[in-house]
């Protein structure tokens, strides 16, 4: 099974900062690669699909990068509302495997 | 618009069963899988399985071999989890998803498990 990786675990930021959000796979997932945030009470949201290509109705300030097995989530100038736990998930290969989240607080 | 709605709130006690329904509208059901995710509470997210809308054929994810089952009323346009024999560890969220990359989710179905 391919093992997804995120780091950090928590990341606490100030509004308006820019961060980036790590997920490392075990092997190479090509740019096979799902980002998706979860808030608290809710059902997760797709952000990006495949490594970089945007959703319809997602604020512009997410974006992503990477392939192979390094992928970044970056978020232009965080708002309040962005707090939640973002996960990847390798859509590369069966089992589709999540990492384990990095939770964003706002400072 | 594209939504799944999940069945409501389930309290069983172990060894029972339970079966959570996700019904589908604003898309052709058969067109695109559907997936089921576990979310124990306060962890993450747990890939279950999917299963082919078209021929209804399931696959599980090896944690979910044996007393979980996944199907279909496609003439609803439904897809049902089944866990046989419950156990103390399925207390959790459980969501179904839609497609490849899972762009529409379910609300998530709160199964808990207590004697």
């Known amino acids: 099974d391919i093992v997804m990786t995120q780091s950090p675990a928590t990341l606490s930021v100030t509004p308006g900062d820019r961060v980036s959000l790590s997920c490392r796979a075990s092997?190479?997932?090509?740019?096979?690669l799902h980002w998706y945030q979860q808030k608290s009470h809710e059902s997760p949201r797709l952000l990006i699909k495949?490594?970089?290509q945007s959703i319809s109705g997602i604020p512009s300030r997410f974006s992503g990068s990477g392939s192979g097995s390094d992928f970044t989530l970056s978020i232009n100038s965080v708002e309040p509302e962005d707090v939640g736990v973002y996960y990847c998930?390798?859509?590369?290969?069966?089992?589709?495997?999540f990492g384990g989240g990095t939770k964003l607080e706002i400072k | 618009q594209i939504q799944l709605v999940q069945s409501g709130p389930e309290l069983k006690k172990p060894g029972e069963t339970v079966k959570i329904s996700c019904k589908a509208s604003?898309?052709?059901?058969?067109?695109?899988?559907m997936h089921w995710v576990k979310q124990a509470p306060g962890k993450g997210l747990k890939w279950m399985g999917w299963i082919n809308t078209e021929t209804g054929e399931p696959t599980y994810a090896d944690d979910f071999k044996g007393r979980f089952a996944f199907s279909l009323e496609t003439s609803a346009s439904t897809a049902y989890l089944q866990i046989n024999n419950l156990k103390n560890e399925d207390t959790a969220t459980y969501f179904c998803?839609?497609?490849?990359?899972?762009?529409?989710w379910g609300a998530g179905t709160t199964v808990t498990v207590s004697s």
């Open positions: 604003g898309y052709t059901f058969t067109d695109y899988s």
């Open positions: 495949y490594a970089s």
């Open positions: 092997q190479s997932i090509s740019d096979y």
């Open positions: 998930q390798n859509g590369h290969s069966f089992p589709r495997t």
């Open positions: 998803a839609k497609g490849g990359y899972f762009d529409v």
